[in-house]
């Protein structure tokens, strides 16, 4: 059948064309308090990040630079939530329209895409500046460095670009409905897109995390215990962080995919069940947000130690009042 237009709010509206649906009922109270939590830990964490990386650092190193590009595409990620908060705490309703949910869906991919590449340049740039330091700072310039954010993103763009014209809100038991697993044509090409996503996405960045940090393992175990420097180990704890990330957020939400793609709807009974546990990785994809911070802290030593400073800047501020007030009452208590 073919999709039908609403001439109201100029959206299309695509025809449920299949009989095997996942209940999505449960999203309604699982997602809206995880993801407000989430939420709120990503915004506050990352707009710190930002701050700190726009106010407190004015020369920025080429890993400064791939962190604070991170840091935009994680919240440009977070701008999403609300808007799922709402669409799920509304029954699964979308009020947004067509355009909105196109927009929606190509934020999410194109900034979830540009978190996995700059976390694998941030990790490949580390394990170049411990086994060549030299030739790191003699090739890795800042033009460079800005040269790669844009590839990057523009190559974010052109993968998600795709999901821009396929996905469109639908109706299904008299509600709009987008960001579902329900959605028309879902099988018509879905193997082969999501194989390339797997092996492009997913499958090459993260065998080169893998080689990245196996590469420093050697590189630091074959030094001396003297060389093993405080830089050094946060470069370790670094990669296991980023290691980490990709292993909570961006493994299961890939592998799940992939699976879903290969059974399909024709196997209806397992389809629900792995759509069940897609919507449980989508929620540890979104925790994505709340764990970069962290790849900042033990990536550079100017943000660590701006962070830090920043923090006992604040304990500080909340201190003085406190100590003032203190010796008000014991001026007057000698009074």
């Keep these: 059948m073919a999709p039908t237009e609403e001439t109201g709010n100029s959206s299309v509206i695509a025809t449920m064309n299949r009989t095997c649906l ?17 939420f709120i830990l990503a915004a506050s964490f990352n707009s710190l990040a930002l701050w700190i990386f726009c106010s407190h650092m ?33 029954n699964n309703y979308w009020i947004f329209g067509n355009f ?22 941030i990790s490949n740039y580390r394990c170049y500046m411990i086994i060549k330091p030299i030739h790191t700072q003699i090739r890795i310039t800042k033009k460079c460095t800005i040269v790669i ?30 960001l579902s697993v329900n959605q028309p044509n879902i099988e018509e090409d879905l193997l ?22 196996l590469l420093i393992q050697r590189k630091l175990t074959n030094l001396t215990l003297t060389a093993h420097s405080e830089k050094n180990r946060h ?25 879903a793609s290969i ?25 994505n947000n709340v764990l970069d911070p962290f790849v900042y802290f033990y990536a550079g030593t100017k943000y660590r130690s701006k962070l830090i400073n920043a923090i006992k800047g604040v304990a500080f501020c909340h201190k003085l009042p406190i100590a003032a007030s203190s010796t008000k009452s014991n001026i007057e208590s000698k009074v």
């Design 22 to 38: 996942l209940d999505e009922q449960f999203l309604t109270k699982m997602i809206p308090p995880i993801l407000i939590i989430i």
């Design 263 to 287: 059974v399909g709807v024709k196997s209806c009974k397992n389809f629900k069940q792995i759509g069940v546990v897609y919507y449980c990785c989508v929620l540890a994809l979104y925790a």
């Design 58 to 90: 004015k020369k920025k190193t080429p890993i400064d630079i791939l962190m604070l590009n991170l840091c935009i595409g994680d919240l440009l990620f977070t701008l999403t939530y609300p808007l799922i908060i709402i669409y799920r705490s509304n």
């Design 235 to 259: 470069a370790v704890r670094m990669m296991m962080v980023i290691l980490c990330i990709f292993v909570i957020c961006f493994l299961p939400l890939n592998v799940t995919r992939l699976t």
């Design 149 to 178: 954010c844009v590839l990057i993103w523009t190559l974010a763009g052109l993968f998600a670009f795709p999901s821009f014209f396929k996905m469109n809100v639908f109706e299904l038991n008299g509600k709009i409905q987008c």
């Design 100 to 121: 909105v949910c196109k927009l929606q869906i190509f934020m999410m991919y194109s900034s979830v895409l540009a978190s996995v590449f700059f976390l694998t340049c």
């Design 192 to 213: 082969s897109v999501t194989i390339a996503f797997f092996i492009l996405c997913f499958g090459i960045p993260f065998i080169s995390l893998l080689v990245s940090t």
